[in-house]
Nanobody, 124 residues
């Protein structure tokens, strides 16, 4: 049974940094894309970043380019989202997700597995 467990979310001040973790278990993720999505209050879930588990190729939504970095530790089956220069607009529940294949990584409906989410709140 695949499990994705996020951690690391908390309340921070604008300009601060935070690192989210996603512990993945239950299968091998070779050939999978691992994504981070977020859902701001009252809004739809949106793509943040993705990484190919095998290739390490990364993708980002424009609003986080240069501030966020996605990475994976294959030995420890963990995906990270390093978030720097946080802004109040980054406030959201952040979700980790996994899908087979590297295409359509920005569409939440294409993902097979989801974590429970972790709350990130950025105060001004």
């Amino acid at each position: 049974q695949v499990q994705l467990v996020e951690s690391g979310g908390r309340l921070v001040q604008a300009g601060e940094s935070l690192r989210l973790s996603c512990a993945a278990s239950g299968r091998t993720f070779s050939g999978y894309a691992m994504g981070w999505f977020r859902q701001p209050p009252g809004k739809e879930r949106e793509f943040v970043a993705a990484i190919g588990w095998s290739s390490g190729t990364t993708h980002y939504t424009n609003s986080v380019k240069g501030r966020f970095a996605i990475s994976r530790d294959k030995a420890n089956h963990t995906v990270y989202l390093q978030m720097n220069s946080l802004k109040p607009d980054d406030t959201a529940v952040y979700y980790c997700a996994a899908k087979f294949g590297s295409n359509s990584y920005q569409f939440p409906g294409r993902y097979d597995y989801w974590g429970q989410g972790t709350q990130v709140t950025v105060s001004s």
